[in-house]
C-alpha cells in the first residue's frame, strides 16, 4: 500500500488547493433591463444579443 514518507507540509497543501476555489461567472450589465444577466444566456425575455430567439408562451 502506498504510504507518504513525509508529511505535507501546510505551505505545500495550500498551493495544490489554489485551483479549487470558486470561480467568477461572467456577469455583465444589461441596459434595456437595468439588470444584470449572466454572458452567453438569453434573458428572460427570450432575446440575446437583441435579437428575439425565444417565444414564451
Do not use: C, Q
Not at 467568477?24 to 444579443?49: A, C, M, Q, W
Request: aromatic share 8%; glycine share 8%.
Amino acid at each position: 500500500m502506498a504510504v507518504p514518507k513525509r508529511k505535507t507540509s501546510k505551505a505545500k497543501k495550500r498551493a495544490r488547493r489554489t485551483h479549487d476555489k470558486l470561480g467568477v461567472k461572467g456577469v455583465s450589465y444589461d441596459s434595456l433591463l437595468g439588470t444584470f444577466k449572466r454572458s452567453h444566456f438569453i434573458d428572460p425575455n427570450g432575446e440575446y444579443k437583441g435579437r428575439k430567439v425565444l417565444e414564451k408562451n
